[in-house]
């Protein structure tokens, strides 16, 4: 199993462009997450979602988007980017139907917006 | 609203010392607590998860300890190692969300 798979894993956008992050589980989990994280902080959750066609806001969620539209993937969406959204970005996932999956993590995305 | 909050936020103790990270909740109403670690510019590694009807859990040299009903969970790391320099957070699963402390930023003088 790869576990939870993001790409790209760098990336350098310009403000007020677009991009997708991608994030692939292959553990059929029902739970997957979108955290930043920005230095010397913890992680912010931006979106989730409980299964496929379902997703809600986190802490942070302002200038993105998202979509379930299969349980693997849970692509993040930033429209018009900002320098505010200079971030590393974590997908995560967890086996959900008790609330109670252990948490895995993919490797991160780093974004910078100049 | 869930906030998670760690404490200390860094620590420095000499290689052998046995430690104690803090992590405190607000809402006891909790399904589970998970300690990660996190190595510089690298992704979130699980260690420990605590189930809400357990009091603790042991891996190795860690042993995690969750009081839900104070709000509060404690990693223990025995005999500490300069490979254990890394930053620890906790995660709380409440209401469908995941929170995360800021973590404790480790550091092991060998």
């Known amino acids: 199993n790869a576990g939870v798979t993001q790409t790209p894993k760098f990336r350098i956008l310009k403000i007020g462009q677009s991009m997708t992050l991608q994030c692939t589980q292959d553990m059929n989990h029902n739970y997957m997450y979108w955290y930043r994280q920005d230095p010397g902080m913890g992680l912010k959750l931006i979106y989730y979602?409980?299964?496929?066609?379902?997703?809600d806001k986190g802490e942070v969620p302002n200038g993105y988007n998202v979509s379930r539209s299969t349980t693997e993937d849970f692509p993040l969406r930033l429209e018009l980017a900002a320098p505010s959204q200079t971030s590393v970005y974590f997908c995560?996932?967890?086996?959900?139907?008790?609330?109670?999956?252990?948490?895995?993590f993919g490797e991160g995305s780093r974004l910078t917006v100049l | 609203k869930q906030e998670v909050t760690q404490i200390p936020a860094a620590l420095s103790v000499p290689e052998g010392e046995n430690l104690v990270l803090n992590c405190s909740f607000t809402?006891?109403?909790?399904?589970?607590l998970q300690w990660f670690r996190q190595d510089p510019g690298k992704g979130l590694t699980s260690l420990l998860l605590i189930q809400s009807s357990q009091r603790e859990q042991t891996s190795g040299r860690l042993n995690a300890s969750l009081d839900k009903s104070s709000g509060r969970s404690t990693l223990y790391i025995a005999a500490s190692q300069p490979g254990d320099s890394a930053t620890y957070l906790c995660?709380?699963?409440?209401?469908?969300?995941?929170?995360f402390g800021k973590g404790t930023r480790l550091h092991i003088l060998p």
């Open positions: 995660a709380v699963s409440s209401r469908g969300k995941i929170i």
């Open positions: 809402d006891s109403a909790i399904y589970n």
């Open positions: 979602s409980v299964g496929a066609g379902i997703t």
């Open positions: 995560a996932s967890r086996h959900g139907t008790s609330n109670v999956g252990e948490l895995f």
